[in-house]
């Protein structure tokens, strides 16, 4: 099973950014998806989450209105749209499938993407 991401970078604030993250080696419509967020020295959290289908989106307080969680089974990818960044939003974000509920953590991890906002 392989998680990669892609889209991290570093923006002004109020900029955007999307990440994408492919999977391999795993049926990817038969998982939940998410994408979770680690800053130094904090915990990982779930940032959002999205069902096997897609009829089912959940967002953390912080990301909901500014962030937008989408996933194509065909392709395999889940990927998330984030915009109006602010400076409390830097952190690794991880791209993370399984779990039996959106907020929980599954069994397989991507190894991370850093989003930065700096002005």
């Known amino acids: 099973v392989q998680l990669v991401e892609s889209g991290g970078g570093v923006v002004q604030p109020g900029g955007s950014l999307r990440l994408s993250c492919a999977a391999s080696g795993v049926g990817f419509s038969e998982y939940i998806a998410r994408w979770s967020r680690q800053a130094p020295g904090k915990e990982r959290e779930v940032v959002a989450g999205?069902?096997?289908?897609?009829?089912?989106?959940a967002y953390d307080d912080f990301a909901l209105g500014r962030f937008t969680i989408s996933r194509d089974n065909a392709k395999c990818s889940v990927d998330l749209q984030m915009n109006s960044l602010q400076p409390e939003d830097p952190a690794v974000y991880f791209c993370n499938i399984g779990g039996s509920g959106i907020w929980d953590n599954g069994d397989y991890w991507g190894q991370g993407t850093q989003v930065t906002v700096a002005s």
């Open positions: 999205i069902s096997k289908t897609g009829g089912v989106i």
